[in-house]
């Protein structure tokens, strides 16, 4: 069964502060992460993604991989009030699969 | 670029009705995914295509959900009879080699 895991939250931090969201999976064979965010009552819309070990940045944005720890993580620095929302994180095991997605962890940031 | 096209918005139909939801995935995309989901269990996969062709529907959740790509630009999801445990948001999702996945804004089923 491969699985993804997430703190379900709320993590709440304030406007201004670095908010950090983890996950974890479960398919050592995974080789595509992928980060996604969800306003209430919309779709799931595409933030970033990253194959290889190490950090990717674009924007306020980096996305953290640890393969060897199974672990993958999401930094938004500077955050604002537009950020609050449920971020999913999702693995694919090799492209044309389908993605596998946490529950996501829900973020507020107050002003 | 119109982006995945889901239809209806929202479906509000009875126990044991018959409910059609529709998919237009994004030009040139070959791969598409139906999840649904719940806040109990998040986001499932319920079943994807490659190039049209069912490739893995081991989510379907029981014999009445089907699903059908007739062509490159059409996917349906049928579900007969439905029950009250189906209500979920339906997504829609189409992807490519070069394209990662986006969503369709998903069909609203409640059933009573």
């Known amino acids: 069964q491969k699985e993804v895991e997430q703190n379900s939250g709320p993590l709440s931090v304030p406007e201004g502060a670095i908010a950090s969201l983890n996950c974890t999976y479960s398919d050592r064979g995974s080789q595509s992460f992928f980060w996604y965010r969800q306003y209430s009552g919309k779709s799931p819309e595409l933030i970033m993604f990253?194959?290889?070990?190490g950090d990717k940045e674009d924007g306020r944005f980096t996305a953290q991989l640890n393969k060897a720890s199974q672990y993958v993580s999401l930094l938004i620095r500077d955050s604002q009030p537009s950020d609050s929302a449920t971020y999913l994180c999702a693995v694919n095991h090799q492209a044309g699969t389908a993605l596998i997605f946490g529950k996501g962890t829900t973020l507020s940031v107050s002003s | 670029d119109a982006g995945v096209i889901q239809s209806p918005r929202h479906e509000v139909t009875e126990m044991g009705q018959e409910v059609t939801l529709r998919c237009k995935p994004i030009?040139?995309?070959?791969?598409l995914f139906w999840y649904r989901q719940t806040m109990m269990r998040g986001l499932e996969l319920l079943i994807y295509f490659n190039n049209n062709v069912p490739i893995d529907d081991s989510g379907m959740p029981e014999d009445r959900f089907s699903a059908k790509m007739p062509n490159a630009s059409f996917s349906t999801l049928k579900i007969q009879p439905s029950e009250p445990r189906d209500s979920a948001v339906y997504f829609c999702?189409?992807?490519?080699?070069?394209?990662?996945?986006?969503f369709g804004n998903g069909t609203r089923l409640t059933v009573t």
């Open positions: 030009s040139g995309h070959n791969s």
């Open positions: 990253i194959y290889s070990n």
């Open positions: 999702a189409s992807s490519s080699t070069t394209s990662p996945l986006h």
